[in-house]
């Protein structure tokens, strides 16, 4: 068999997502701590063993970021069948702020600049998350939790205003949620015979 495609061994795909979950833990965080040499420390592996699976900065923040998305979409569909509709989406919708947080700080830590290949990850995955955060949707307004006119597009581009139209400071998580639920109280659907 070509070694070029024979799947990688179980102990470098163990060492590949302990990497990844140390980078999300100390680069998510940020602050003086937040470096590769203890990203692999965190992972026990060796500096050489994170550059060999993630040889760039970039490819390392890709990895974390998708591993997150792929969280995300798997909490849709559980909530999907273990929520109500309306606070499934709001669920869902704090889980995106924890994303942002950790994407704020893998950003500031990994001084990632912004490539073709990287904005076509973003969009790629902002569409999965859109359609994720669809179904929670349908099934809210189906259930006369929220009203008819709001849209996944909508919720994504709210949230994403939220979260970094507040600068990095150290409570500004707490205040974004704090916004976040009232808005998505705004959006219960109205009585009959109130305008929504």
Known sequence: MDSARRKPRADALRNRNRLIEAAKEILGRGGPEASLE???RSAGVGIGTLYRHFPTREALFQAVYRHEVEQLIELAAELNVTSQGGPA????????????ATKRGLLGALAV????????????VTARMKEALEQLLSRAIAEE??????????????????????????DWEAQVLRLLDIFIDGLVAAPEGRPT
């Open 38 to 40: 203890a990203v692999a």
């Open 89 to 100: 989406v709001r669920a869902w919708m704090h889980a995106v702020v924890g994303l942002v």
């Open 113 to 124: 600049v912004a490539t073709d290949e990287s904005k076509a990850m973003f969009a790629d």
């Open 145 to 170: 939790a929220m009203r008819s006119d709001i849209t996944a597009e909508d919720l994504i581009t709210m949230v994403y205003s939220l979260c970094y139209g507040r600068p990095p400071e150290p």
